[in-house]
Nanobody, 123 residues
């Protein structure tokens, strides 16, 4: 059984920063590629970033490239998303997921999801 628990969301002003965490259960975390998605009200779940199992290779959506950084600590079974220069359009519920392959960018290529954490960016 795989469980993912996101944390670190909140309310921040435009231009601010937040760091999201995703704690994973399971002894094979280090073998999984992991990704972040987000979903705003009335919109489809949108790809944000994905990281390969060894943490070396990463891939970003154009909308967050240069502002967000994905990373992982395999010793702690934890995935991170550092978000800088936040904009109101970044407001959404952010989800982490286990990817079936790297670099998976569609939600259908993820087989486990967390419950999500709300990020709200005020203007």
């Amino acid at each position: 059984q795989v469980q993912l628990v996101e944390s670190g969301g909140g309310l921040v002003q435009a231009g601010g920063s937040l760091r999201l965490s995703c704690a994973a259960s399971g002894r094979t975390f280090s073998s999984w590629s992991m990704g972040w998605f987000r979903q705003a009200p009335g919109k489809e779940r949108e790809f944000v970033s994905v990281i390969e199992s060894n943490g070396v290779s990463t891939y970003y959506a154009d909308s967050v490239k240069g502002r967000f950084t994905i990373s992982r600590d395999n010793a702690k079974n934890t995935l991170y998303l550092q978000m800088n220069s936040l904009k109101p359009e970044d407001t959404a519920v952010y989800y982490c997921g286990v990817a079936l392959f790297y670099p998976a960018t569609h939600p259908s290529n993820y087989n486990y999801w967390g419950q999500g954490t709300q990020v709200t960016v005020s203007s």
